[in-house]
């Protein structure tokens, strides 16, 4: 079957550094998204990973290993704004999302 | 420019009534998709669409039919509303199905079913 693991819920404090790791089993892969979404908001793009290896776009980074079925999502210069919920989303062969239930990040100052 | 529009944003039903939920997209997406989301759960795929007059189930589909019968609307019908379909409902389109393409998301539709 298809299985996304994420933390339910993590906490860091404005200005650090976090990282929310995702494990996934899927039927094929097509790439790996990462969304965030805000409470009571809908999902929005951050980030997406085809190959092995790490993904820069300014305070986020993605990271992915294949191999592994593993995925993070690297959050730097936290700010109060990223209190939100991270959905770690990989495509299976058909090219369907396969969904995680999210972590939820709460920030603290 | 508006994106993913839901209509409505949010409505209560009693078990048995009958609804549709509209989407609309300007951004002319050839995909289209319902998502229901739960607590505690990932987005779960109702129903998409790959195109103009084209429709197919996603993980979970009973309960619900859809149409699209414009490229940029796609409508999601419950015939007989169960509590079990309490959930915000989302609506996203994007232009090709693999990645990076992105899925872009319409604000939801909050369903309460008493």
């Known amino acids: 079957g298809q299985n996304i693991d994420q933390p339910t819920e993590m906490t860091a404090t404005e200005g650090a550094i976090v990282q929310i790791n995702c494990t996934y089993q899927?039927?094929?892969?097509?790439?790996l998204f990462w969304y965030q979404q805000h409470a009571g908001e809908a999902p929005t793009f951050l980030s997406y990973n085809v190959l092995d290896g790490l993904e820069e776009k300014g305070r986020f980074s993605s990271f992915l290993s294949r191999s592994k079925g593993y995925s993070y999502l690297l959050l730097k210069e936290l700010q109060m704004k990223d209190s939100a919920s991270y959905l770690c989303a990989p495509m299976d062969s058909n090219y369907q999302l396969i969904w995680g239930a999210g972590t939820k990040l709460i920030i603290k100052p | 420019n508006a994106g993913v529009t839901q209509t409505p944003k949010f409505r209560v039903l009693k078990t048995g009534q009958s609804m549709t939920l509209l989407c609309a997209q300007d951004m002319n997406h050839e995909y289209m998709y319902w998502y229901r989301q739960d607590p505690g759960m990932g987005l779960r795929l109702i129903h998409y669409s790959v195109g103009e007059g084209t429709t197919a189930k996603g993980e979970v589909p009973d309960g619900y039919n859809v149409s699209r019968l414009k490229k940029q609307n796609f409508l999601l019908g419950l015939e007989s509303a169960a509590p079990s379909q309490t959930s915000v409902y989302f609506c996203?389109?994007?232009?090709?199905?693999?990645?990076?393409?992105?899925?872009?998301f319409g604000p939801g539709t909050r369903l309460l079913v008493l």
């Open positions: 899927t039927s094929g892969f097509n790439g």
């Open positions: 996203a389109s994007s232009q090709l199905a693999g990645g990076p393409e992105t899925q872009y």
